[in-house]
């Protein structure tokens, strides 16, 4: 079985994400998204809550699993036994980091594989951060995100 996970604080998960989401189960048998705690980044959602909102508009495919996750990702790999892992990438800028971080993750586990997959280019774009700022300030964000994250955003505040 061919096994990958995509990571991320996912806070909120945007439709730019979704679309990865949906390019990486044309690719992989599994998609095993992994919501991170990321206590550093200070995020807006408990983990709880952004997995829940992961699992909303995920549960119909089956070829999706959602889980949070604490520790590195190279050792979450290992448990759910999963080799390669999914990044996006939206524009130049995030390619820098990206490369690092799979260069880094390839370091710990020799035989884990990076795939970097671009979204649409409708959703470019879209980040997490851009919906945070735009919703913080009541902004309209219900064009970014899947109408049930939207619904549980707005729950939210």
């Known amino acids: ?41 200070k995020p807006m959602f408990s983990l709880s809550k952004r997995v829940a909102m992961v699992q909303v ?33 939206r524009a130049v800028s995030d ?8 260069y880094a993750n390839n370091s710990l586990k020799n035989d884990l594989e990076t795939i970097y997959l671009m979204p649409s280019l409708e959703q470019a774009f879209v ?5 945070r700022s735009i919703f913080h300030f009541n902004g309209k964000v219900d064009h970014l995100v899947p109408k049930e994250v939207y619904s549980m955003m707005r729950e939210e505040s």
Request: with cysteine.
């Open 1 to 41: 079985m061919r096994r990958a996970i995509y990571s991320g604080t996912f806070d909120p998960i945007t439709n730019g994400h979704l679309d990865i989401i949906n390019r990486a189960c044309k690719l992989f048998d599994e998609v095993i998204v992994a919501v991170a705690k990321s206590e550093a980044k």
């Open 127 to 131: 980040s997490s951060s851009v919906v």
């Open 95 to 102: 390619f820098e980091y990206e490369l690092q971080m799979g």
């Open 57 to 89: 508009i995920t549960e119909s495919n089956p070829k999706i699993r959602v889980v949070g996750f604490e520790n590195l990702l190279v050792h979450l790999s290992d448990e759910l036994n999963a080799n390669f892992i999914i990044r996006g990438l």
